[in-house]
């Protein structure tokens, strides 16, 4: 056994034994305290720090070792404990029973119950490497009312382990551990089934309008009503329900962009679903607000909603608005469309 500082702690967990056998050396009350006050720096949540602990050393050994034979001989069906056993148990220089405070929410116990695992192995390594061995035992007199109550444990309290501890007589040479890459799966790919039916904006060479000229709000609008004329979208009479809708309401989204399109009472005039973008470099005035970006939309309600949720999406962040507007070409501009459209959706 290392006894450094500086012993590593990867070699550290992996050189802890359980141990049963002790020298004839006692093991100092302050030494006992100093390990269980780096145990508590077990993760605990809502730092409720559920645990104490009850040291028997000295004299005070007698005391558990006299409950562990009255509760374990009625265990072993009356056979009394050999007095070689007793003498075992009188020999172990210190025998510490760890308390866990029972939280009657399952959740709430099954963390507590992990933080004092957690605060029992950080005893455990850390005895180690001051050069003591410990032997965690749950036999099952540590539930006994008798047990309990002998050591002043009270309802609503838990013992996790009573550790024996002192400095090992005998380590065991070592104990095998399966590696863990028998037990480990490794996900490092991700396939979205859902992917498939993501919405995408439809974009490309034909309906988008590059580096149009500066133009009024209504010329913008009748612009984006014709063209979705041109493309099939939707009939004549949706012109006029764009700027209908755009006299009620602007269509003015926000970081540079809106979104015109027809009233409710246009919706005959539809022809199937679609967009056309148009592109301002330097922006057009919009009722105070500057406009980059038209995304003219022609639309059963979803994939009207859908269009809208889309684009405050993708451009919810100025910056992805900026660097769409300052495209250099159409190819250019497509290209950081479709990236902003991809990166918008995390999944
Ligand atoms: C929750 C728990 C309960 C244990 N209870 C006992 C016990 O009652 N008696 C015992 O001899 N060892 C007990 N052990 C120790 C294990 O037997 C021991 O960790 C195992 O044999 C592996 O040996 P190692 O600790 O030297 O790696 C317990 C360990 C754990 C984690």
């Known amino acids: 056994m290392i006894n450094k500082e500086t012993y590593p702690i990867a070699q550290l967990i992996r050189d802890r034994r359980t141990i049963k056998k002790f020298k004839d050396k006692k093991t100092p009350v302050e030494l006992i305290t100093e390990i269980l006050d780096t145990a508590v720096w077990a993760p605990t949540h809502r730092l409720r720090e559920p645990w ?6 000295g004299d005070g050994r007698k005391k558990v070792v006299q409950l562990i034979k009255s509760e374990s001989e009625k265990g072993k069906m009356g056979r009394p404990l050999k007095r070689a056993k007793l003498e075992y148990l009188l020999s172990i220089p210190c025998h510490i029973v760890i308390v866990m405070n029972e939280d009657p929410r399952t959740k709430v116990w099954e ?37 309990r109550e002998g050591i002043d444990v009270v309802p609503g309290e838990k013992i996790v ?38 919405f995408k904006l439809d ?21 984006a009503g014709e063209k979705l004329v041109e493309l099939g979208y939707v009939g004549e009479a949706y012109v006029d329900s ?8 602007s269509t003015y989204l926000g970081n540079g962009i809106a979104t015109p399109h027809g009233s409710k009472s246009a919706k005959e005039a539809v022809v199937k679903s679609g967009i056309i973008i148009m592109h301002f470099r330097d922006g057009i005035d919009y009722e105070g607000e500057k406009v980059h970006l038209m ?18 999406t993708m451009f919810e962040d100025i910056k992805n608005s900026e660097k769409v507007f300052a495209a250099s070409s159409l190819k250019e501009f497509i290209n950081l469309f479709e990236k902003v459209d991809e990166e918008s959706d995390l999944f």
């Open 52 to 57: 104490r602990f009850i040291a028997f050393i």
């Open 161 to 198: 382990g009573l550790l024996q501890v002192g400095y090992p007589d005998a380590i065991p040479r070592y104990s095998k551990r399966i590696p863990a890459t028998k037990k480990l799966t490794v996900i490092d790919r991700f396939m979205d089934k859902d992917k498939k039916d993501k």
């Open 295 to 312: 995304v003219g939309i022609a639309a059963e309600r979803q994939y009207h909603l859908d269009v809208l949720l889309k684009v405050s």
């Open 242 to 249: 764009m700027h209908e809708k755009e006299s009620m309401k």
């Open 111 to 147: 963390e507590d119950y992990a933080a004092v695992c957690a605060l029992i192995q950080n005893f455990q390594l850390t005895a180690w490497e001051r050069g003591l061995g410990v032997v965690w035992k749950t036999d099952e007199y540590i539930s006994s009312p008798k047990f």
């Open 203 to 223: 974009i490309n060479q034909s309906n988008v309008f590059f580096d149009l000229p500066d133009m009024s709000k209504t010329a913008a609008i009748q612009f």
